[in-house]
């Protein structure tokens, strides 16, 4: 089947995730008026898609070329804008709502990568730049520290999920179902490490805290010394 | 009348407008030294039309293809700096620059967007964010939540001003005194917002307090309900 | 000789210095997990050429189209979190390998500026920007103000660096002894400037304290009042 329309649904469905995360966010922990709230849910919505397509010389971006893209990004701010109160009811939305974004993007940026002719490990790289881009934006302008560089289980269901959509498209097996696979993955793992509080190793107990990588590193010294 | 001298001319008034703007943030809230005030001051003037170039994929930008957008800025960065003292008797005068850098942009964004052959609705996108750009780059460098995020009579008389540009350049009649009308209205209504504290709905007394939007999402229920 | 062996070369040694920094970084200040540190290593590597490619068109960025650059970054990287206990001992480090990087890609900045046919002060303009690109994207993750902000003397040996490097390629000296030497000119002012507490005129003693650069106005003032 052809790429294009799959990537299309595809990229619309995580913009509006981010859109109504990077909305939610900007109504609970912020507390921004109407434009403040539409204007980070669009950054959140788009920012990962415009870095991608900026990174691959696809000028403009596909965000600036079809203006469905602005629409649902749109649509899915307003949403969480008016139905916040409803919304809140549901806790873990805006994670939830993050973690599909995070699925879907990192499947779509590791397609148009390879479409637009990079390498594997490159698309790999890129499809999780496109599905952690978004969210990066978003922390940075409300002055958190990212969550990429914070929470282990957000860079890396964004890689695998990258990976199996270039392992998929190299075997020629790539096609709807595949796709809906990869973004599920990527879907369940990070949503798995959010459940059970997964870390790689060498993780601080509380962020920022001292100790931080020093389990891996006395790990490593222990095992060369034993060596 | 041929577009790109009106451009130039505008692009350099908003790219003056914003260096100033940019060296006089540095010098009044960072105290920043010469270095820093000059950088930041480039910043804020540049900031707005290398996003914009890049994400119609002029590059390189028209900043780095003409020397005269780096001397403007230059300028107005150094003349910030040399006349910060006088410059403190007049209150106000950050906002003011800031807002004809606002204007200035919006108009030249929006034209430049068209140009490339983005959509009406892409262009009125585009020539807000060459508009919040600089404004938004200044506010993070400096470690500040984005005047777009928190003042809700920035980000829309950027739109304003940018939708007035693209109605003039689909109408046939955008030209000097369109242009120029353009970024006054754009100007006028983010300095009456200033002025008289001008609030969408829902916007909190005081930022990041709690009860953000509530108005407008309270008065949507109530009507809802009301039906 | 042919550039683009050369500029590899160099690209890739500040590639390696700035993973490390990068990295070192992150365990240090902020002790993020071994995930967060390679990502920030990353970005602090890989930041500066990128934002050069995407200002003079060269897409995708040499980044993403040459797995080296991605390899060596993550080399850096892993090197700086495994050895940190050994590297701690050696302080000053940090500083080191950021100076390293902030040499090289002065260089290899402005060459490539000036291959896509960019004058020559904007081709050290983005020299200079290459080499600060990095270390910005970095402290702006971890909610720092910029040391390009904030320190004279980083901009100031980016700048040298890039000039040196306009002036050898304009009288057709450029070449592997030339490149090094204005790599190890600004690497060498940078270091006097950390070592020795290197000022531009009007800095504040502390950082963001009152007084910030009224010494060169107060200077500027009287100057201006014996004329």
Redesign the interface.
């Known amino acids: 089947m052809s790429q294009t329309p799959l990537l299309l649904a595809l990229d619309l469905t995580g913009t509006f995730a981010f859109g109504l995360n990077g909305a939610l966010t900007?109504?609970r922990a912020?507390?921004?008026?109407?434009?403040?709230?539409i204007?980070?849910g669009m950054m959140t919505a788009l920012g990962g898609g415009?870095i991608r397509d900026?990174?691959?010389?696809s000028?403009?971006?596909a965000t600036?070329?079809d203006?469905l893209y602005?629409g649902v990004a749109a649509a899915g701010a307003l949403t969480a804008?008016?139905l916040?109160?409803e919304l809140e009811r549901f806790t873990g939305l805006i994670t939830i709502f993050d973690a599909v974004g995070l699925g879907v993007f990192s499947v779509t940026g590791a397609s148009k990568?390879l479409e637009?002719g990079?390498?594997g490990?490159?698309a790999v790289?890129?499809g999780a730049l496109t599905a952690v881009g978004g969210g990066t934006v978003r922390d940075?302008?409300?002055?958190q520290?990212?969550s990429?560089?914070?929470s282990?289980f957000y860079?890396?269901p964004a890689l695998i999920g990258a990976a199996l959509t270039v392992v998929a498209v190299s075997t020629e097996v790539h096609g709807v179902v595949t796709a809906l696979l990869a973004a599920a993955v990527c879907f369940g793992i990070r949503m798995l490490g959010v459940r059970y509080n997964l870390?790689?190793?060498?993780?601080?107990r509380n962020r920022?805290?001292?100790?931080?990588?020093g389990r891996?590193?006395r790990w490593?010294?222990r095992n060369r010394r034993g060596r």
């Open positions: 900007a109504v912020v507390r921004l008026d109407l434009v403040g709230v204007t980070l415009i900026v990174l691959i010389g000028l403009p971006p600036f070329n203006v602005l804008f008016f916040s109160v990568a637009y990079l390498g490990v490159q790289l890129l940075m302008a409300i002055r520290v990212p990429v560089l914070t282990d860079a890396v870390r790689v190793p060498g993780t601080p920022f805290a001292s100790g931080g990588s891996v590193r490593w010294r």
